[in-house]
């Protein structure tokens, strides 16, 4: 039985290597630096959003001879001058938050396996937009389908290296409650780790969309109103990933908090079971 079971571990030591080498090569360093340039994209494509959406609501004030789009235009920028100070001063409490609350795990076994089935899950989407180019000859969707893929990677790289990035400390020693707790502790600080990485692309897909229409208004001759409505979908997503470090950092206290709620009862459950 031992040597059927080291045949078969073949393939779990082929995995942990390209696992390690995925870790060596995109190391936290590295991947923290990429979360500080998608937080600068971020703010940086929010101002640009606010001058764009100002700029296009005066040609479309002028075009059309309506005072109502110059408005538009203004409290526009505005709301996005706001919302983005508001959004900075949250993403850096949502820095500390992260680096300062420490959470235990038994291993890494969560760790890789969840970062294992993201990769997969991008190589696999991948595969599928080159099997769907194939045959129905899309490249455009190949490209969306390539550009979801990679950004799935990037969220399987980001999980891989979450241990060094969310201050998790591997105690073997621990009970199944306090695992459950350290789960729970990581899957909240994971997704606040996130946040600048969907705040950046999430900025940079609204401004490639609507500087698309822009183009095609342009190019085609129609009135800038045109513009504005066609690409009211993506304005407003901007609007909401602007916001996103702002509302993730308040989901995360409120999460925080039922998990603290949790460990008290822990506590209390073991201080019972120490005095019986």
């Not at 970062?115 to 696999?124: E, I, K, T």
């Not at 290296?161 to 591997?170: K, W």
């Amino acid at each position: 039985m031992n040597i059927i079971e080291e045949k078969t571990a073949i393939v779990s030591r082929l995995i942990d290597g390209l696992l390690n080498k995925l870790h060596n090569t995109f190391t936290a360093a590295t991947c923290g630096k990429h979360l500080a340039l998608f937080r600068t994209i971020g703010h940086t494509g929010t101002l640009i959003a606010g001058v764009l959406g100002l700029i296009i609501g005066i040609i479309a004030a002028i075009e059309s001879d309506s005072f109502a789009m110059f408005l538009i235009g203004i409290v526009w920028l505005l709301a996005l001058l706001i919302i983005d100070y508001v959004s900075r001063r949250f993403g850096k409490i949502s820095e500390h938050l992260v680096s300062s609350t420490k959470s235990y795990l038994s291993s890494n076994a969560y760790i890789e396996a969840i970062a294992l089935l993201v990769l997969v899950a991008s190589f696999a989407l991948l595969g599928f937009g080159l099997y769907a180019a194939i045959k129905i000859g899309g490249m455009g969707d190949f490209f969306k389908i390539g550009a979801w893929s990679v950004w799935l990677f990037y969220i399987g790289i980001l999980t891989l290296n979450a241990g060094e990035l969310l201050n998790v400390e591997i105690k073997k020693e621990l009970k199944a409650e306090e695992e459950g707790v350290g789960l729970l502790e990581f899957n909240a600080k994971s997704m606040l780790l996130a946040v600048p990485f969907y705040f950046g692309s999430g900025i940079l897909f609204g401004l490639i969309n609507i500087l698309w229409y822009i183009f095609q208004a342009t190019g085609s001759g129609q009135p800038f109103a045109y513009v504005v409505m066609e690409s009211m979908p993506y304005f407003l997503t901007i609007a909401i990933v602007a916001a996103l470090p702002f509302l993730a950092c308040l989901a995360f206290l409120i999460l925080y908090a039922s998990i603290a709620a949790v460990k008290a009862l822990i506590r209390i459950a073991s201080a019972i079971d120490k005095k019986d």
